[in-house]
């Protein structure tokens, strides 16, 4: 039986022209990057003589490199609490059958609605009072406290899919609470820990606010202030700026791929609601 039928045709064709679409951005921003500073033409004309030398420079005058470093260090330590923590909290909640396990998982909730712009003063009066404006403790603090809700609704939405009965033999062999969780329940939630992973990843690592409040005036700059401050200083030179924006989403690429089937893993199987 031929299953290929006209309205296939129609919508693999209706996908390539949206692809395309989206495509032509990406295109101007690699073609511009590899263009020297000299060459005016349009930006839709591909580059005769390409150049990586902007990339050179970009990397050079930036500063992107400790600002990479910077920002690898705020995410993985955000991103490992938040697992951790997520997790654990998650798997009490999903497990525990007492009353006050349903109020308490909407309680965390709530912490979806509230808009994090309440509390930026108070939290910069107290992180000043405290002397850690211009350390990365403040935006792991804030990062974790922020996320935890959204990473607790994954976990526990994806958890409350997968059966008691798994952990029934490790209570067996003798196995505590948190011996089932190591041992049964956390390898189980591998699909979704990517998806914890990449969400919260690309969150705080090209969130723009918070370090521009709480690491202005300090060395310690991530790579969207760093990328900001170097667009100011260079407006008018479109080639190494862009030579820049395509250094500062290498690692957000890689991480993406190497988590990818996971992140489809989670987003297919545990987010069923």
């Given at each position: 039986m031929n299953r290929y039928t006209w309205r296939t045709g129609t919508l693999?064709?209706?996908?390539?022209?949206?692809?395309?679409?989206?495509?032509?951005?990406?295109?101007?921003?690699?073609?511009?990057?590899?263009?020297?500073?000299t060459d005016l033409s349009s930006p839709l004309v591909p580059t005769a003589n390409p150049t990586f030398d902007n990339f050179a420079n970009a990397w050079a005058q930036s500063g992107l490199g400790q600002?990479?470093?910077?920002?690898?260090?705020i995410t993985v330590v955000s991103v490992l609490l938040l697992v951790g923590l997520g997790s654990l909290c998650a798997y009490g909640?999903?497990?525990?059958?007492?009353?006050?396990s349903a109020p308490a998982f909407y309680l965390f909730m709530i912490g979806l609605l509230?808009?994090?712009?309440?509390?930026?003063?108070p939290l910069y009066r107290n992180f000043a009072a405290l002397g850690l404006l211009g350390t990365?403790?403040?935006?792991?603090?804030?990062?974790?406290?922020?996320?935890?809700?959204?990473?607790?609704?994954?976990?526990?939405?994806?958890?409350?899919?997968?059966?008691?009965?798994?952990e029934e033999a490790a209570s067996l062999d003798g196995a505590?609470?948190?011996?089932?969780?190591?041992?049964?329940?956390?390898?189980?939630?591998?699909?979704?820990t990517g998806t914890v992973i990449i969400l919260n990843?690309?969150?705080?690592?090209?969130?723009?606010?918070?370090?521009?409040?709480?690491?202005?005036?300090?060395?310690?700059?991530?790579?969207?202030?760093?990328?900001?401050?170097?667009?100011?200083?260079?407006?008018?030179?479109w080639p190494l700026v862009f030579a820049a924006l395509l250094i500062s989403v290498i690692p957000v690429l890689i991480a993406f791929f190497v988590f990818q089937k996971t992140l489809i893993q989670g987003f297919a199987s545990g987010i069923k609601g």
């Open positions: 693999e064709g209706v996908m390539i022209v949206v692809a395309l679409i989206f495509m032509v951005p990406v295109y101007v921003l690699i073609n511009l990057s590899i263009r020297d500073q600002a990479m470093v910077n920002s690898a260090v909640l999903a497990r525990a059958t007492a009353r006050w509230v808009p994090f712009q309440l509390g930026l003063v990365m403790v403040p935006l792991v603090i804030i990062y974790v406290g922020l996320r935890l809700p959204f990473t607790l609704f994954l976990y526990t939405t994806f958890l409350r899919q997968i059966p008691a009965e798994y505590g609470t948190f011996g089932r969780f190591r041992r049964v329940v956390f390898p189980l939630l591998r699909p979704i990843g690309l969150f705080v690592w090209n969130d723009f606010l918070t370090p521009l409040l709480y690491l202005s005036g300090s060395p310690n700059r991530t790579v969207p202030i760093a990328v900001y401050s170097f667009v100011n200083e260079n407006t008018t030179v």
